[in-house]
Each structure stands twice: as C-alpha cells, then as structure tokens.
C-alpha cells in the first residue's frame, strides 16, 4: 500500500480505532463466540457463524488499519483557509452552474460531517491540491476538460 496522507485528526481517530478493536474488541468477539458456542451443535449454529463473520471482519479491518498507520503520512495544516490541501474541506462550484458543492479533501478515512470524499491522487482532487478561494481550476473528467472555481476552504 503506497503511503497514504492523513491529517492529524484522522491519524488520531484512526489509532484510536485501532486500539480499541485490538483491546476491548477482540475481548467482546471472543465472548460472543463462547457463548455461541456453548448453545450446542456448531455445523447448525447461526449465532456462532454470525459471530465468527464478525470476527472476521473485524480483523480485517484491524489489518486494514495498521497498514495505513504504519505507512501514513501526516500532513498538518499550514493554515487556516489557505491553499487546499489534504483534510480541507473545500467549497467549489463548477463553470457555468450555480450551486456550491462542500468536499473533503484527503482519504476515504477522512470522512466525516457527511461530507462527500475527493481524493487528492484523482483528477479533480489533483488540480484542487494547492489552490486558493478565487482560483479557478481545470481537469480532464471522463466527459471532457472541466473548470471549477473553488470558493473557499474551510468548514
């Protein structure tokens, strides 16, 4: 997995996440497990196959984590509202069409406040990176070459 960049916030939340699966979620899994299994016959016990999918899971998602924590890039701001940056969130409008649309740029793990994602590597988030409220940028959608105004940064 190529080094991902994270702001400071989400590298927090995601390390936290990530203890707690190792911690209190291993625990609870393992418990749900032997109580399933002590309701008798595995081949035919729903509730022990439900909880061993869930383990599953989450120990995918624990793998998931500590490969993006051991290669992450931390990219603190540096500024408020200042360029666009990974972890910004950015308000853009695109030529010719009223409406402001609100991202956030950075990874998928950065999500939050319901806010659509915009990768930094994809074509949009690539011409974003660096831009400033005012600057109108270009880049290549599968329809053609598009403009969007970024309006401003910032919550």
């Known amino acids: 997995m190529?080094?991902?960049?994270?702001?400071?916030?989400?590298?927090?939340?995601?390390?936290?996440?990530?203890e707690d699966l190792t911690t209190r979620g291993r625990v609870e899994i393992a418990?749900?497990?032997?109580?399933?299994?002590?309701?008798?016959?595995?081949?035919?016990?729903?509730?022990?196959?439900?909880?061993?999918?869930?383990?599953?899971?989450?120990e995918a998602r624990i793998r998931h984590l500590?490969?993006?924590?051991a290669d992450a890039v931390?990219?603190?701001?540096?500024?408020?509202d200042s360029h666009v940056a990974v972890g910004s969130i950015v308000a853009i409008?695109?030529?010719?069409?009223?409406?402001?649309?609100?991202?956030l740029?950075?990874?998928i793990e950065e999500r939050h406040d319901d806010l659509e994602v915009i990768s930094p590597t994809s074509p949009l988030g690539a011409a974003l990176m660096g831009a400033a409220p005012g600057d109108t940028v270009k880049f290549e959608a599968p329809s053609g070459v598009l403009s969007v105004e970024v309006v401003s940064i910032g919550d």
């Not at 399933?36 to 899971?57: H, I, P, T, V």
């Not at 409008?93 to 991202?103: K, L, W």
Request: proline share 4%; net charge negative.
């Open 2 to 18: 190529p080094p991902q960049e994270l702001s400071r916030a989400a590298y927090e939340r995601l390390k936290a996440e990530l």
């Open 31 to 58: 418990q749900v497990i032997e109580r399933a299994r002590e309701l008798g016959d595995l081949s035919e016990n729903a509730d022990y196959d439900a909880a061993k999918d869930d383990q599953g899971r989450m």
């Open 66 to 69: 500590e490969a993006l924590l």
């Open 74 to 80: 931390i990219v603190d701001d540096e500024g408020p």
């Open 93 to 103: 409008r695109y030529e010719g069409d009223d409406e402001v649309e609100r991202y």
């Open 105 to 107: 740029i950075g990874s």
